[in-house]
């Protein structure tokens, strides 16, 4: 099982792998006077958050050619169906530090992934 690829390149050196479930609900959604709450689940979208280690130079360049677009075609494994889902994606913004300038050693990285289309 591959945990995540982007454009069917596998994601070096993953070392935190979390997925949220995040519900998008509709405008007819609330409580009422009652203090019941109802509305309209309009989907589920997946955000995935990642923790990389430590990337040399070329590993940085090849990721960040992946994650700086506008979107792009992720394929991750989804705990609750068992399975590698794949989409649609955007990207959070990145930040990289490079820790020993003379090999561009860089710093372990986190990245958020985020459901351009609810999940089917």
């Not at 994650?67 to 590698?84: I, L, M, P």
Request: charged share 25%.
């Amino acid at each position: 099982m591959t945990l995540l690829k982007i454009d069917g390149v596998t994601v070096p050196k993953l070392i935190g792998y979390k997925v949220s479930y995040c519900k998008l609900w509709g405008s007819d959604t609330g409580r009422s006077m009652t203090g019941e709450n109802k509305g309209t689940l309009v989907g589920i979208f997946p955000k995935i958050e990642i923790t990389l280690g430590r990337l040399t130079a070329s590993e940085m360049s090849k990721l960040l050619t992946l994650v700086n677009k506008a979107s792009a075609t992720v394929t991750y494994y989804d705990t609750e169906k068992r399975q590698e889902i794949t989409g649609s994606f955007y990207f959070g913004d990145v930040a990289d530090e490079i820790i020993k300038q003379k090999t561009e050693g860089h710093k372990q990285i986190g990245i958020s992934i985020i459901a351009n289309k609810r999940r089917g």
